[in-house]
């Protein structure tokens, strides 16, 4: 497997775990579909370091980590959702016309894989940094809910 592929799904690993694992444990379901603002994005960064805090029973070296790995994430969302428009609405331009517009669904494409290529080293860092820092029965309680698919998340966030 070339070496970028695997950076790019480890890095995919990482960000789904936090991004995912947060906004289903915070996010308390969203009924707009307009895109969080800085300060949504920053309070629910707040209530996931602090929940993941209690849960797994993190020392400041470790939250610090956990606040690079946060960051990390932050520039990656960012660098993904440059441009401004929502992937939804680049979808549906694309079939607006009577044929798929392939040259612009190569080049969504693209920018996205770009940008995933660009950010992914410094988040496997900073995901490696954090998950290396936990004690082992810390390791075993992120494992155990990540092998839950995320499901179960009051459990792990209620310790």
Request: some cysteine; hydrophobic content about 40%.
């Amino acid at each position: 497997m070339r070496r970028w592929l695997k950076r790019t799904l480890i890095g995919a690993l990482g960000a789904t775990f936090l991004v995912g694992g947060g906004l289903a444990a915070c996010s308390h379901h969203r009924h707009s579909r307009a895109p969080m603002t800085d300060a949504e994005i920053t309070q629910l960064r707040e209530r996931v370091m602090d929940k993941a805090t209690r849960a797994l029973e993190l020392d400041a070296t470790q939250q610090a980590k956990l606040g690079l790995l946060a960051d990390a994430i932050k520039v990656q969302r960012s660098a993904l959702m440059a441009g401004g428009e929502r992937p939804r609405d680049t979808l549906q331009s694309l079939v607006a016309g009577p044929q798929f517009d392939r040259a612009k669904a190569q080049a969504f494409i693209e920018g996205k894989t770009g940008a995933v290529r660009e950010q992914s080293p410094a988040l496997i860092a900073a995901f490696g940094d954090f998950y290396d820092s936990l004690r082992p029965e810390q390791q075993q309680k992120l494992r155990d809910y990540m092998s839950r698919g995320g499901h179960g998340h009051r459990h792990f966030w209620r310790g």
